[in-house]
């Protein structure tokens, strides 16, 4: 079992940044990859980035490539997510999730495990 908890959200003008954690505790953290995703309402849930276990790998969503970065401190069980120039098309509800494998996942099927998110609004 994986317990993952995202911090870090809020409300941030358009052109903000803001940086999501994702504390995870339960299997060692070295043994999967992880993803952010995010849900804005009414909208399917969608991959954002993703790391491998030892963050040689990263992935982006075109929409935020360039933008944000995603990155993994394996000595505190943390992934980040760091977002700059926020848009409001980034507002939505972020979640981080647990990969069934060490290798980079994209796909929501690929993940086992799931922060209860965090919520990300961008004003204009």
């Known amino acids: 079992q994986v317990q993952l908890v995202e911090s870090g959200g809020g409300l941030v003008q358009a052109g903000g940044s803001l940086r999501l954690s994702c504390a995870a505790s339960?299997?060692?953290?070295?043994?999967?990859?992880m993803g952010w995703f995010r849900q804005a309402p009414g909208k399917e849930r969608d991959t954002v980035a993703a790391i491998s276990w030892s963050g040689d790998n990263t992935l982006y969503a075109d929409s935020v490539k360039g933008r944000f970065t995603i990155s993994r401190d394996n000595a505190k069980n943390t992934v980040y997510l760091q977002m700059n120039s926020l848009k409001p098309e980034d507002t939505a509800v972020y979640y981080c999730a647990a990969g069934n494998r060490p290798t980079l996942s994209w796909y929501r099927w690929e993940y086992n495990y799931w922060g209860q998110g965090t919520q990300v609004t961008v004003s204009s």
């Open positions: 339960g299997r060692p953290f070295s043994c999967y990859g």
